[in-house]
T-cell receptor
Framework: ETGVTQSPTHLIKTRGQQVTLRCSSQ?????VSWYQQALGQGPQFIFQYYREEENGRGNFPPRFSGLQFPNYSSELNVNALELDDSALYLCASSLEGGGTPQGETQYFGPGTRLLVL | AQTVTQSQPEMSVQEAETVTLSCTYDTSESNYYLFWYKQPPSRQMILVIR??????QNATENRFSVNFQKAAKSFSLKISDSQLGDTAMYFC??????????????FGQGTILTVHP
C-alpha cells in the first residue's frame, strides 16, 4: 500500500455528463499527478498539481480540469463525457522540492474505473 | 518528446527462474530518471525500482535489478528467483529531471509477466 487513496473505486456515467474524481496524497507529499489508463495500455499523463497550481499538462482537452486543496488532496473533473473517456484514472503523489533524491518518485493510488455509456 | 518502448507484450517464466524484461527509450535530455512499475491484477501500480541517469551503477532492489545502458538508451529489468506474486503487468517509465516536462511520467505499453508454478 502506498498511502494514496482514491474515490470512488468505480463509476458509471452517460455521455455528456460531468464527473469528479478524488485523490488523497500520501502523508508528507505536496504534489499530485493524474493519469488516464485505457484498457491494456500504459498510463497517459493528464496534468500535475504542485502547491495548488497546475504544474504541467499532457495532451488532454480543457474539459479535463483539476484542483488541489491546501491539504494537498486533489480532484479531477471531466466535463461533457465522451465514450473514449472510459478508462482507469490514476493519481500519484510525490514530494517535489524536498531536496531528496527520492522526491521525484511518484506513488500511485488504486485508481477509479470510469465507464461512460 | 520522449518515447518509451517495451517490445515484449507478454513473457512467462517458471517459478524460481530468472526473467529479463526489455525497455528502450528515446530522449535528447542528458539528465533523467527511469522507473519500473508493477501493476498486479488488483491494479494498484507499485514502484519496483528506480534509476538516476547520472549514476553509472545499476540499481538493485532485492531480487530486482536493472541493466542501464545510457548510450544505447536501454533499461532492462531482471527478476531473479521469480515468485508467483511477481505475476503482473510491468511498465517502464521515463521522467525528465528538469525542464517543462519535469514531473511527467512517460510510460511504455507494458509487458504482461506470468510466473508459472
Amino acid at each position: 500500500e502506498t498511502g494514496v487513496t482514491q474515490s470512488p473505486t468505480h463509476l458509471i456515467k452517460t455521455r455528456g455528463q460531468q464527473v469528479t474524481l478524488r485523490c488523497s496524497s500520501q502523508s508528507g507529499h505536496n504534489t499530485v499527478s493524474w493519469y488516464q489508463q485505457a484498457l491494456g495500455q500504459g498510463p497517459q499523463f493528464i496534468f500535475q498539481y504542485y502547491r495548488e497550481e497546475e504544474n504541467g499538462r499532457g495532451n488532454f482537452p480543457p474539459r479535463f480540469s483539476g484542483l488541489q486543496f491546501p491539504n494537498y488532496s486533489s480532484e479531477l473533473n471531466v466535463n461533457a463525457l465522451e465514450l473514449d473517456d472510459s478508462a482507469l484514472y490514476l493519481c500519484a503523489s510525490s514530494l517535489e522540492g524536498g531536496g531528496t533524491p527520492q522526491g521525484e518518485t511518484q506513488y500511485f493510488g488504486p485508481g477509479t474505473r470510469l465507464l461512460v455509456l | 518528446a520522449q518515447t518509451v518502448t517495451q517490445s515484449q507484450p507478454e513473457m512467462s517464466v517458471q517459478e524460481a527462474e530468472t526473467v529479463t524484461l526489455s525497455c528502450t527509450y528515446d530522449t535528447s535530455e542528458s539528465n533523467y530518471y527511469l522507473f519500473w512499475y508493477k501493476q498486479p491484477p488488483s491494479r494498484q501500480m507499485i514502484l519496483v525500482i528506480r534509476q538516476e541517469a547520472y549514476k553509472q551503477q545499476n540499481a538493485t532492489e532485492n531480487r530486482f535489478s536493472v541493466n542501464f545502458q545510457k548510450a544505447a538508451k536501454s533499461f532492462s529489468l531482471k527478476i531473479s528467483d521469480s515468485q508467483l506474486g511477481d505475476t503482473a503487468m510491468y511498465f517502464c517509465a521515463f521522467m525528465n529531471a528538469g525542464g517543462t516536462s519535469y514531473g511527467k511520467l512517460t510510460f511504455g505499453q507494458g509487458t504482461i509477466l506470468t510466473v508459472h508454478p
